[in-house]
């Protein structure tokens, strides 16, 4: 019959004491058998051989002190266990397993080390998992740096394709609700990629087969806005729209906001030149299309996103990124100012009209800064243009009983001191054809 096998902590049975201390006194002592510590720890098959120094004091080969840190002392008792039960490290979890995998490279128990190794290799992680294996992995040696497998940085062709494929899915339309998951999923994760924080981005903005991918599908998805916005218009001039259409509401808002998307994308990329031309073109179209589709507090979450798509590109003309011709800056300061300041007061109607309740209306608005820097870059713009041109446009908004928005102040103080000034300081040009 065979023997049964010991028993960790039987004292009858035992025939070697293991006492594990730590430098913050904590003492614990375990009775085990020498059989079991030699055959699966090359620590103890050492310190229980007849080779090592003190093999022949009185109680050494009896009692085998291990001294370890506190936070250690119960991977440890649990690495000493092991060889005993063979229990799978996976009951541990990631963090007790990386415990239990640092006791038994110290105790140098191979077999529960790779069990260890193998277990968190390929279970998953969490956050906090994942910094304490940063920690404490590359001290133990290079056999386990393979779990670190997957927090290593990749070559940048992957990450380039990976990119390009998701910012193909981002940019196509998505009716089924799958596709429109892994559409935000993908616009979300590539914003992400392209943020330079803490670290570098993983796309370098100037990488020319990047930017000449992204244009294309820019290009496509601005080239299906525009066939969109001509079939409102072409369909409100045959049969004109009654009532509310929800789809095509739903279609124009979605359009929008991939729009809005991309502008983000682009002023990474350093790209907006293409969305700013396209805009300058169709912003007319946008404004009819929003008035036809969904007019007053019905469209205001889409009004929203085209005063947010226009901040954007505005702010790229007045910074002089990109350089528009006058007539084109007129026209785009015309527009964007009666559309923000539409959009505007239907905010405040909106707050205004639900003082007492909580319609979902009323919570619409965007960020102060958009606001701001969109009231700034009209300032900017309007500044540029022609003394005659400012003038139209400031006649026109002193008029209007919603000057508020856009505060055009200091673009009216410019233009009255440039305009008082004007004759003094050009009068150069008079001595110069007197000259002539």
């Not at 494929?165 to 914003?191: W, Y």
């Not at 000449?212 to 001039?237: E, H, P, W, Y």
């Not at 300032?379 to 400031?394: G, H, N, R």
Request: glycine share 4%; charged share 25%; proline share 4%.
């Amino acid at each position: 019959m065979r023997a049964a096998r010991p028993k960790i902590g039987d004292q009858a049975t035992s025939d070697v004491v293991v006492r594990l201390r730590t430098p913050e006194g904590r003492d614990e002592w375990l009775y085990c058998h020498s059989a079991v510590l030699a055959a699966g720890s090359t620590y103890f098959a050492d310190r229980l051989s007849d080779a090592w120094p003190t093999c022949q004091i009185l109680g050494s080969r009896y009692c085998v002190e291990v001294y370890c840190q506190d936070l250690d002392l119960s991977s440890h008792v649990t690495a000493l266990r092991l060889l005993y039960t063979g229990e799978p490290c996976s009951r541990f979890g990631v963090r007790g397993a990386l415990g239990v995998l640092q006791a038994a490279v110290n105790l140098g128990c191979a077999q529960i080390a790779a069990a260890c190794r193998g277990y968190i290799e390929a279970a998953p992680w969490e956050e906090a998992d994942e910094e304490e294996i940063l920690r404490t992995v590359p001290s133990l040696g290079a056999q386990y740096e393979c779990i670190l497998a997957r927090l290593r940085p990749i070559d940048p062709a992957p990450v380039t394709s990976i990119f390009l494929s998701a910012f193909r899915h981002a940019t196509r339309s998505s009716a089924a609700a799958p596709a429109r998951e892994l559409k935000s999923a993908a616009q979300e994760q590539l914003e992400y990629m392209l943020t330079e924080d803490d670290d570098a981005p993983l796309i370098a903005p100037d990488n020319v087969d990047v930017k000449a991918q992204v244009k294309d599908c820019v290009t496509g998805l601005l080239s299906r806005f525009s066939d969109f916005l001509s079939s409102i218009l072409m369909k409100q001039k045959e049969t004109p729209l009654v009532g509310d259409d929800r789809k095509l509401h739903q279609e124009l808002h979605t359009f929008v906001c991939d729009v809005c998307w991309v502008c983000q994308v682009l002023s990474k990329l350093e790209m907006m030149k293409c969305i700013v031309l396209y805009w300058v073109g169709v912003s007319s179209d946008v404004v009819e299309a929003v008035e036809i589709v969904g007019p007053g507090y019905d469209c205001l979450k889409t009004s929203l996103k085209v005063v947010e798509v226009s901040a954007k590109v505005l702010e790229a003309v007045a910074f002089g990124n990109i350089v528009l011709p006058t007539e084109k800056r007129r026209h785009m300061v015309n527009i964007w100012i009666a559309f923000a300041r539409t959009t505007k007061t239907l905010i405040a109607q909106a707050d205004h009209d639900d003082e007492d309740g909580d319609a979902e209306t009323s919570k619409l608005n965007l960020d102060n800064e958009v606001w701001q820097g969109l009231e700034s870059a009209i300032v900017s713009i309007v500044l540029t243009l022609p003394s005659d041109s400012q003038a139209e446009i400031l006649s026109e908004w002193l008029q209007s009983k919603h000057a508020r928005y856009p505060d055009l102040t200091e673009a009216f103080e410019a233009w009255c001191y440039r305009s008082k000034v004007a004759k003094r300081r050009l009068s150069f040009l008079s001595d110069i054809d007197r000259v002539s």
